[in-house]
């Protein structure tokens, strides 16, 4: 039915290990391993890719231009400066959908500036790792229509 | 399952039928009636209510605590300047969900602005009719738990 | 010819009762009558309409919607901070002049912001009672074309 | 010896039913209570009032006008950006004193605003309950001169 | 009756010639004619002046005191920063409307601000050249009184 | 019942001899009687001080440590840049009241942010020599339960 | 003894005939009258010049380098934003000292910008007519070491 | 091949005399004359014009449209306050190149905002005389096409 | 003839001893000879008086008040943030003149803010131990009216 | 002649193949080719280089001292905040040009912020790829001195 | 060695005696002990000052001019507003060290402003008293070279 | 006794041989072989690591998690924009010590601004070399505890 990239941003390869009192205690493999599940059974290609570094993210999402449907993203750090990440969305022409675990809003005045945000179809934030499978419900209606 | 309400705030009566360019065709009718479908179909009951008055917005939150499992509420307009809205959901303590049709981060600079949202759980915006459902699903997800 | 809504915001039902230092002695029914006689003169239809509740000008905007061919308002207090009739405005779609009686410019700093004037047709500001016999005149020469 | 009013903001209905941990445990009905017994003992007479709705809350002040001596007004949510109400104080002219349970002070930033505060006689906050014992004190020491 | 001085500031010479999708194709020539036969009709001396000159603009301020019994200016660019003008304004005490073809609010932010308009009676924006019509009428209800 | 130490900021000394039109003809020497009779009619034990210098009030809330059930202080200018008395208050940890004679929200913007209220219970401001009897009220309810 | 070159800006050529109550009663003439007096008496030669045009105050600076020992100019109005002139006087080279009538600091805030203020040697305001007398008398103490 | 005009703002007409440490000592006759050699060498007409008065320049620029293929401007000091020269630019419909001597990023905050850069079609800066022939460079390249 | 007090702020008693590139190599007990030599020779009587502390000045302040015709001060660092001293100049009613050695315009962007200015008829500032003696100029030209 | 390195920042590997409608339909290669054609045509040795990598560029750019005459940058998207390649460029000490392929003025707010810019010799921006070319002959201009 | 003077600021007299939970129970007492046995050890003599006068340490500042090798100064509250230290560090001219007992950076916002910090070496915050040992060991080993 | 891990950030890798009038010819090797030396003779474990890439600086600070006893970090440019090693420290949960070379409080604006030190125990700045030296002091003293 389509393809859809998630792309997790730096330090979320720790998450569920450090932190658990914010971020709670499920494993970025087990999330995408739910989000795979949840793909396959609606017949959608799912692929996933972790990076700390900002420089593979701008190219992994100019690599998904012309191949891939949506892309969802969770820029985790570099939401709040890197104008290289929103530059390559804008340019890579792919819908995009940013999706945070915490409630950015209820946290440091800087975590609620997001660069990257005005070049996505829209945010979802603050449902924790339900965050992913809800962004993916929102690209899989897209898909359907 | 259990119970959610949900509130949309000021103008949004006349979704669908006007400014459709920005807010597309589907009325406000129309999203209830799938929410309706949505939550029976999982056995939750479901109540919408629309306000133009923040007092009755603020008075109908207040009412849902104690009765109400979720809210998810629309503040429409109220997003940006009701701290009365802002306290009512502190004060009710009912888990909410905030959601907003249109990207928020793409429009006027104040649009970007939320006052209700630090109270929240998160939110969900820029995907259209379909937050509402999302939304829908996010309480589903954790009323199941 | 047409017809005309006169919608006067908070605080107005006291004109020409209290602080008439500022905003002089004319009552708020003498302005209306004014309004009335100049309208049936041109043989325009004209209804005038208070409160001090922003749900209820929301409202009256709203239903202004295919009825009314041009909005006199002055949002007073709400002028400042209701983007909620900012956005009845836009969404009705009704052509709307904003007119205020005293000059905004020369008091306080935070009047002379207007989150309703960017969906306005223009403003009127500073002269008095003039200045809604000024706004009917700007909508009786734009009705005459 | 006079007639003060007592007016409550939005939300103040439910004080010490609901977040107890910042408010108290003492009711509204308990508050407005211990005020008529005050005020009795001293011979004033004594409104108490309450609404969650803006554009009431502006009328009852207006109402006041030529009727009241002292306005006592816990303005709630509506202290940081109700310029309809501020507006009415101005307007009626009946000397207003401001009173806020917490210390605004020691809370988020953007309740240390009070867009009513410049025109009433001053301010008793982060008293608790106390605050309006105070108030009434501050109105009938006034009153006695 | 009286006199009236019309300033016209910095580029409206180019009025109804360029950039016709914003200002439409009324000449300054059209405007003016139009403005000297209403004057003339209520028996006021009128008078028209355009420069893109600062220095001569304040100069015709200067010389219309104690001569001119209202002046009329769209300041155009000098609206947002010649305080010079606005010094002559407040220093020759000749009553003056200011007034703007476009509506201010409603374009770039810096044109937003006005160092002129806190020394004039009010002002007329938005209603392109009715409102040299408008801040005429303005004039002469003023003048008749 | 307890002991309350009074402390006067800067130029409080001169207070009733100068500038009566804004602070009135009340002396301090009056205010601290009128403190002291209060006080003792509720068996209170009451020490009044005044200083020029932040020093002398740093050291004197240092030395309320221990000794002292609550303060009252009117720190005046030092209200807005003292953040040395701030932090002994915070330091004392004796129970403060903020007093202003006149209302700050109505005065100077730059009187408007006070660096101490956030470390005190509360503050009573714009009510004149009222305010330390409302003050001296305050802390008496508290010591009463 | 050397040569000096007074520079009044705009409006000041109306000073003494208008706004009075701000500015005194002395007129330009008066004053320039006296500054040659003084002049003369310590063999200074002086000249002065008034102009309503940024353009003509800058070709005067630029035409004093090499001429004139010292500038004395009010810049009035350009105080704030003529960064030609401030760019002029820099060029020059020739020592400038800035004076005001009034006291900028206490007026409106726009009047406490000064852009020509950090190229000058120093500004005298507030002290009037004495203001030129004073300024004079420091380019005097100047010229005689 | 096409027309050239070339603006010079105010003070630079003492460019290469006075402050040479930071503009160097080249003229602007030198500057002139290279422009005219190069301009000549590819059929190029090219006119230059320097002018210390705003209102002259805003003419120039208007005079331009229709008989003017590109406009090279330096406004100098203008650059960061004239809204008419900016508004003369997009008036009168002529391409437009900015150019700076100096780079204004390295210099006073104040001088880093160009109210004329929006209009134009780009700017160089900082490559002092060079940036004239650059300029040149650019305009000839277009008129190539 | 009167009689005037020097007040000098925080550090100037190390004049001329240190920092001499800056304020130059005359001392403070130079500048207090030379004021009081053209004080005796008008007549006048002169004070000086210098201090570190700030209580110290806020007293001086006072105690001037119906002793004092004019004071002169330089509050250096105190200039920036001591309301106590501002308040002290307003509330002692003495016309107060203030001094700066340095172009506080040219330096530090935090020296350009004066909470005392406005509060006093006017600042001499730049022009080194001159200003003093200008400012006692000043005060000699006001007395001998 | 000498040696030019230019260096292209994130994104600009599809400039030409996508958002053709605000960068044109030149690609990297292309602009590259007529680069490499005009250096070797004027005897200049030229290199580019494009990454996505802030680290890559910072080395890319230490590398370049002592061995480049000239560096050509157009940073893209790290224009705005890497302060990396800032402190890069000054530390290799290499004179910088900066290009910007559009006029950054006329796009979003954030764009008009240049780290890298103060510490380069000049920018070029809004020609399009003939901003490359004009680079280049900046270079070359210096390089035949 | 050389000579070392300790400053301790306002409220530091408290220290582990009061808010131990932020600033530990070492007294201030122990740190100076500990920091003269350090200093004796290395053969440097070391005085050490507490004051809670801002007078008084610009005094001990001024006095340890040519007598003193290194300041190391703990200015707690003074840090963020005194320019009077700050000047008098400025002018004794003696190389001071700037140390916090808590990172001022995790602190209120207002503790991460420092005007003394910008005339000293260096800082060093956050390690609690360990920070005075290692001020003594930066002082010691710029002493030793 | 422990382990320690120096993180040198971008361009350090430069130290001492460019820019030495600002940061010295120390190299990065020698602090290196320092620390080392100092580690080696109190027992601990000391690495070293310098990168101009943040993704490895990302990375680098996971893996100390669990292994590393203290980590020393100086973020060089990234200290002012990279909340991706902000996370990393706050996420690795390893006490984390801050350092720079200069002091940034004497600098450009914009590193006075610190990303990184809220999560850190402390900063150590303006003591060049002898901050790495001073902050291994810090790591061993805890370490010793």
Redesign the interface.
Known sequence: MGKVLVIH???L??LGM??VEIYGTTTLDEINENLRNRASAVGIELETFQ??????I??KI?GA?GDVDYIIINP???T?????I???I????VPTIEIHLS?I??REE?RQE??T???????????GP??Y??SL??AI??LKR
Chains 1, 2, 3, 4, 5, 6, 7, 8, 9, 10, 11, 12 share one sequence.
């Open positions: 941003g730096p330090n390869n720790l450090r932190e990076s700390n570094h900002e420089g593979e701008v190219e100019q231009a985790a750090a570099f709040h400066y890197s104008i290289a929103r530059d390559a804008a340019s890579a022409g409630n809003y209820a800087f997001s660069v945000a005005p070049v996505t179809i829209g945010q979802i934030q603050g449902f339900d965050g499978y809800l419900e929102a209606r897209r």
